[in-house]
Each structure stands twice: as C-alpha cells, then as structure tokens.
C-alpha cells in the first residue's frame, strides 16, 4: 500500500483514455452507468461521458429517465469504462451530483438541432403506444421550434459522478491481470494498492 497525490488516478485515467479514444472504432467516451434503487436493486445501462476533469465524470439525461429517478433516491453510483481495443477498463465509485443549470444549458446548446428536439419530445423510459407516437410528437416540437433556438427541457440536465474509488484493469497473458486500486482518502490523497487478478 502507498499513499499518492490527489492527480495520480486523474492521470492515469486521461492516458488512458487517450490511447482508447485513438484506437476504439467509436464512442470511447461510453461507460456503463449503474445506479440503484432504494431498496438496493442494480441498474445498468451505457451513456456518453461529455466532460471530466478531478472534479468529476459529467453525462447528460432526461432527470424524469428511470436513471434519473434512482439518483434522486440514491446518489451512490459506479461507472464502468471498457476499451476492447486497448484490453483495458477502469471502475470508478462515488456519489453523484447535478451539474449547474448554466453547465447544462451549455452544453444543450452543442447538442444537434435533433438531438434538442428529440429532448422534449421524448417522455424517457415511459411506455409508449408505438413509433408513430414518438414521430409525432418530433414533428410537432420541430414545427413548434421552426426558425426559433430551442431552449432546454426543465427536466433535461447533468450530473456528475465525484470519485472515491478508482480501479485500473489490464490484461495479462494467463489471466494474471493487472489491478490498481485508488482510494480517495479524507486529507484528499489516494491510497493505492494491488488486487489480485
């Protein structure tokens, strides 16, 4: 076990995901998001990371998703990033923050034209009657928007995963990976120790 500075997880991860972001044929940027229900219930699914820096990990979603739902009842969280490409993948835990409105509304305003209609038009996670109900409702939020900048949802938003725990995983030949372990610790810095493949 050692203890290291609070950047040393951040900088490994930011080589890290250069590598993957040179070599994955798309989206190296999705994670694996899991959540939890309050009665402690997993939930997973994929989401595109869109900022980070040793503050946090930020995605974007519709706040009433089910996703949305669970971290207003539980802001503990895990993210899972895999490279194929690269025979690598990070773990990291925390708990989970909005971003601020402006954040969000900035990052809305890079969003494609369809992706901003697509924001209001969807009821993300209900069920719906069928595709014809979502088509539609497309075409009427892009005849409402015509020739107008479309402003963001009240409930389209951010959140920020702050880590606690990060882990590194290589593979090895044998199955004699490689495993990091960082531990965020109260004076800011991270212990580090090594798993066992």
Same mark, same amino acid.
């Given at each position: ?129 069928? @595709?014809?109900? &979502?088509?539609? $409702?497309?075409?009427? %939020?892009?005849? +409402?928007?015509?020739?107008? *900048? ?22 090895? @030949?044998?199955? &004699?990976?490689? $495993?990091?372990?960082? %531990?965020?610790? +109260?004076?800011?810095?991270? *212990? ?6």
């Amino acid at each position: 076990m050692e203890t290291v500075a609070k950047n040393i997880p951040f900088e490994q991860f930011e080589r890290w995901f250069k590598k993957a972001d040179a070599s994955e044929p798309e989206f190296a940027n999705a994670f694996a998001l899991a959540t939890a229900t309050p009665t402690g219930a997993p939930s997973l699914r994929m989401v595109l990371m869109k900022g980070w820096d040793e503050t946090g990990f930020v995605f974007y979603t519709n706040t009433k998703s089910r996703k949305g739902a669970e971290l207003k009842k539980n802001d503990q969280a895990a993210l899972l990033f895999h490279w194929k490409s690269q025979k690598r993948q990070i773990r990291i835990e925390g708990l989970i923050t909005p971003v601020s409105q402006k954040e969000a509304d900035q990052y809305f305003a890079t969003r494609p034209r369809g992706a901003q209609i697509g924001a209001w038009a969807s009821d993300q996670s209900r069920v719906m009657s069928g @595709r014809h109900q &979502l088509k539609k $409702r497309v075409a009427q %939020t892009a005849a +409402k928007y015509l020739g107008r *900048k479309i402003p963001r949802p009240p409930y389209w938003s951010g959140y920020r995963l702050a880590p606690e725990v990060f882990e590194f995983w290589a593979n090895r @030949r044998f199955r &004699l990976h490689e $495993r990091e372990l960082y %531990t965020l610790q +109260k004076d800011g810095s991270w *212990k580090k120790e090594l798993l066992f493949p």
